[in-house]
């Protein structure tokens, strides 16, 4: 008869980290394709005002962005500045922005290119009308105004 006996010093074998470089990578990879990158940075404090009636915009991609309020640095003053891009402009230099951006695009979406005004809500109404004449000039006639969703009041 045969004899059988126990190992007793028998370790578990060690845990196989051969694929885990594999699943490191491809993590990263999926949170690099789905992450979006900041397309400009913010230089004048914006609060935008409040709204009853909020449409969302259809193309996010066909909207560009000018941005009106106070600057967040003392040293570029305190009175309401444009800023296009990631500089601060003057009302002058509006239709070039908005023609570089026509360029920008495909041809076929040039039509549905949207300026969206980003104001903060303490801005004067007079600096929005300028930026609004500069914008009828450049024959950018499709303008939306951003705002958030106005809290229910409740009594």
Do not use: H, W
């Not at 640095?73 to 908005?98: C, H, M, P």
């Not at 109404?125 to 969703?149: C, F, H, N, P, W």
Request: proline letters at 3%; glycine letters at 6%.
């Amino acid at each position: 008869m045969a004899r059988f006996t126990k190992g007793g010093d028998r370790d578990l074998p060690g845990m196989n980290t051969g694929s885990m470089s594999d699943i490191v990578f491809i993590l990263l990879f999926f949170f690099m394709v789905i992450s979006t990158m900041r397309e400009s940075t913010l230089m004048v404090k914006v609060t935008v005002p409040q709204a009853s009636e909020i449409q969302k915009l259809e193309k996010k991609s066909l909207a560009s962005n000018i941005y009106i309020g106070e600057p967040m640095d003392a040293k570029y003053g305190t009175g309401s500045r444009i800023q296009l891009n990631d500089q601060f402009s003057e009302v002058s230099d509006i239709v070039a922005f908005v023609e570089s951006e026509r360029a920008a695009r495909n041809e076929a979406d040039r039509p549905l290119i949207t300026t969206t005004l980003k104001c903060d809500k303490e801005t004067r109404m007079g600096d929005v009308t300028d930026v609004k004449q500069e914008l009828r000039k450049a024959g950018a006639l499709r303008i939306m105004y951003a705002a958030s969703r106005r809290v229910k009041d409740t009594y």
